[in-house]
């Protein structure tokens, strides 16, 4: 299993960014998959959710209405829209998936939403 994060960045608060997690030596289409953050000095918490297909969708409280989790299972991609930012969405972000019972992650990506 392999999970490459990309698109972090600096945003000012209100904006927006676009996650992107590129996934390979699996069936991703098989598989459920997650967003996960870690902001400094906070255990990883879970963000979104989305099953394999993308039928359902899950989310945490603190983003629900402004984050999408979506996925592309022709191009083994994963994605977090991410808009109206707050300084408090500052984190790593992680794309995670279960495997046969293990769970992989990427290295993460890091946004930082400041002025």
């Known amino acids: 299993v392999q999970l490459v994060e990309s698109g972090g960045g600096l945003v000012q608060p209100g904006g927006f960014l676009r996650l992107s997690c590129a996934a390979s030596k699996f069936t991703f289409s098989s598989y459920a998959m997650s967003w996960y953050r870690q902001a400094p000095g906070k255990e990883r918490e879970l963000v979104a959710a989305?099953?394999?297909?993308?039928?359902?969708?899950d989310y945490a409280d603190s983003v629900k209405g402004r984050f999408a989790i979506s996925r592309d299972n022709a191009k083994n991609m994963l994605y977090l829209q991410m808009n109206s930012l707050k300084p408090e969405d500052t984190a790593v972000y992680y794309c995670?998936?279960?495997?046969?019972?293990?769970?992989?992650w990427g290295k993460g990506t890091l946004v930082t939403v400041s002025s």
């Open positions: 989305i099953t394999s297909v993308g039928g359902s969708t």
């Open positions: 995670h998936t279960r495997y046969y019972g293990e769970d992989y």
